[in-house]
C-alpha cells in the first residue's frame, strides 16, 4: 500500500447503469345490457349476501360479475375518448452510478477499526410523455403530445467506522448523503383539466416530471454488545437532515392559458352568462418540500435464556424498539382533506412507535415461536376505487402470530423431513382508519385469523 494509505486495505471502483421504464393505459368502456334484456341472475352466479353491517349498510346482494358481465352484458373498453387521453402515460428513467469506495482496516491506538469511506456520483436521466385532448383543433389534431423531464447529477459521500471495543462490545458511526427517488407514477407528465363554471376558475390534476428525489443527510451511532456467537444487544440512534421530500399539493398561480383557450373553444357555450375564465389556476400535483429533518432511537436483543440459567436451555427472546420523530409537516392531499382534516399533518407513512417481540423454543427438532408487533397510529397512504392514492389516517396495528414445527434430525427415518403449523393474527386484530380523530371512524376490516400447515424435505 503506498505511503499515506495504511489505512485503507483495497479500493472498489464500479459503474451500474439502469434504464428503466413504465407505460401506462387505461381502457374503460360503458357495460351495457345485452339482447337479451332485463333478466335475473342465473343462480350458478350468485354467491351468499354479504354483510357489511361495519359500514352500516346492513347485507347485500353478491354474484360473481366478470361472470355475469360475460355472459348478460356487452363491454367494449376504448382508450380513444378524450377523458381518457390524459390518463394514459410513459416514464423513462436512466440511472448511471459510478464509485469509489475505500475499504479501511486498521488501529487507533489498540482498537481495530474497519470500515469504508466512498463517494457515488449518480446521473439521473428523467422523462415522461403523455397526451394532453385539445377540443379546439382541428378533428384529427385534438391530442396534443406532452414530453417533459430534467438532467441532473447527485454526488453522495458516505463513511462507514466500527470500532471493536474490549469485552466483545462494537461501536458503529455512519454518515452520508442518502437519496430515495420519487414513485413512477409521481413523474408522469400527464394532466387532467377542467373549468368551474361556476366561478370560472380552472384546474388541473396530474404528475410532476422535474420533481427532485428525496435527498437527506444523516449520522447513524449504535452500540452493540455480543456474547459469543449466541446473543447481542444494541442501542442505536439517528439523524437525517431531509434537504428534498414530496408530497402533493394544490397551489394556485399555474398558468393554464394553453388549455382554457381550447376548453374556451370547444365549451364557450356552456358558461353561465357574465362569467370570464381566468387563465390562471389551481394545479394538483406532486411537489418538492425543503428542509426538516427525521430523528429516532432504536433499542434491539437477542438473548438464548440459558445465558443467565442453564435450565432454560432453548428457550429466548428477540425484541426491539423503535421511536421515531420529525418537525415536518405537509399540507394534506386536496383530494383527501376530508379524510386527513385541512390542517398540516406529519410524513405519511411514520409511525412514532413501532415494536416486535418474540418468544421462541428450540430443542431436539422442536420449534415453538410466539411473535408480536405493534406499532403507533400513523397516516397511510391508500388506494381508493378509483386507483388513485389518498391519505387516511390508520388506527396502530397489534398483531399476534404463532408457529409450531418439527425437523427430523440426521439418523432419523424420516431425516430431511420437517413439519410446521402457522397461525397468523391469532387475536383477529382489525385494520380500521379515521378521518382526523378517533371518534370519526371510516373504515374497519375483520380480516380473520389464518392458519397454515406445511411439510418441507430436503434432499
Known amino acids: ?23 401506462k393505459t387505461q381502457a374503460e368502456g360503458n357495460i351495457n345490457l345485452g339482447a337479451q334484456g332485463v333478466t335475473s341472475i342465473a343462480a350458478d ?54 464509485f469509489l469506495r475505500a475499504n479501511i482496516s486498521t488501529q487507533i491506538g489498540s482498537i481495530p477499526v474497519r470500515g469504508n469511506v466512498g463517494l457515488q456520483a449518480q446521473h439521473v436521466r428523467q422523462s415522461s410523455s403523455s397526451n394532453y385532448w385539445d377540443g379546439g383543433q382541428p378533428v384529427g389534431s385534438q391530442v396534443i403530445p406532452i414530453n417533459e423531464g430534467k438532467s441532473y447529477l447527485d454526488f453522495l459521500p458516505s463513511l462507514n467506522l466500527a470500532f471493536e471495543l ?8 455512519a454518515l452520508a448523503r442518502q437519496v430515495a427517488r420519487p414513485r413512477v407514477d409521481e413523474l408522469r407528465a400527464s394532466m387532467e383539466f377542467g373549468v368551474d363554471t361556476n366561478i370560472g376558475k380552472p384546474g388541473a ?4 416530471p422535474n420533481l427532485d428525489p428525496w435527498v437527506a443527510n444523516a449520522v447513524d451511532l449504535s452500540w452493540e454488545k455480543y456474547f459469543g456467537n449466541k446473543a447481542y444487544v444494541a442501542a442505536a440512534v439517528f439523524y437525517k437532515d431531509l434537504k428534498t421530500y414530496i408530497y402533493t399539493e394544490k397551489r394556485d398561480g399555474y398558468d393554464f392559458t394553453q388549455q382554457v383557450d381550447a376548453w374556451l373553444q370547444a365549451n364557450a357555450i356552456t358558461l353561465p352568462p357574465g362569467i370570464v375564465v381566468d387563465k390562471t389556476g389551481y394545479y394538483t400535483a406532486p411537489f418538492n418540500g425543503n ?28 425484541a426491539s424498539a423503535s421511536f421515531n420523530d420529525s418537525n415536518i409537516s405537509i399540507p394534506p392531499d386536496p383530494g383527501t382533506t376530508s379524510s386527513v382534516g385541512s390542517e398540516p399533518i406529519m410524513l405519511p407513512g411514520l409511525s412514532k412507535r413501532v415494536y416486535n417481540f418474540t ?32 391519505l387516511r389516517y390508520v388506527k396502530g396495528e397489534d398483531v399476534l402470530d404463532a408457529q409450531v414445527g418439527y425437523s427430523f434430525g440426521d439418523g432419523s ?47
Open 45 to 98: 352466479l350468485q354467491y351468499r349476501p354479504v354483510n357489511l353491517g361495519f359500514a352500516g349498510a346492513g347485507y347485500i346482494p353478491a354474484w360473481n360479475v366478470p361472470a355475469a358481465v360475460d355472459r348478460y352484458m356487452v363491454f367494449n373498453p376504448t382508450t380513444t375518448e378524450s377523458y381518457l387521453i390524459p390518463k394514459q402515460w410513459t416514464v423513462d428513467e436512466e440511472i448511471t452510478t459510478t
Open 205 to 208: 390534476s396530474g404528475g410532476n
Open 413 to 459: 427415518l424420516f431425516q430431511g423431513l420437517s413439519l410446521f403449523l402457522q397461525a397468523s393474527n391469532l387475536t383477529n386484530s382489525k385494520y380500521e382508519t379515521y378521518a382526523g380523530t378517533k371518534d370519526r371512524p371510516l373504515e374497519t376490516v375483520e380480516w380473520g385469523r389464518t392458519y397454515q400447515v406445511g411439510v418441507n424435505y430436503k434432499f
Open 1 to 23: 500500500m503506498p505511503e499515506g494509505f495504511s489505512w485503507f486495505s483495497d479500493f472498489d471502483v464500479g459503474v451500474n447503469y439502469a434504464d428503466r421504464s413504465k407505460n
Open 291 to 318: 428542509g426538516g429533518s427525521l430523528r429516532g432511537a432504536e433499542l434491539t436483543a437477542s438473548l438464548p435464556l440459558d445465558l443467565f440459567f442453564d435450565g432454560l436451555r432453548g428457550f429466548g427472546v428477540v
Open 359 to 390: 418468544a421462541y423454543y428450540e430443542n431436539n427438532g422442536f420449534e415453538v415461536r410466539l411473535n408480536q408487533r405493534k406499532r403507533s397510529d400513523f397516516i397511510g397512504e391508500i388506494g381508493n376505487f378509483n386507483g388513485n392514492r389518498t
Open 166 to 173: 474490549p469485552a466483545e462490545n462494537t461501536v458503529r458511526f
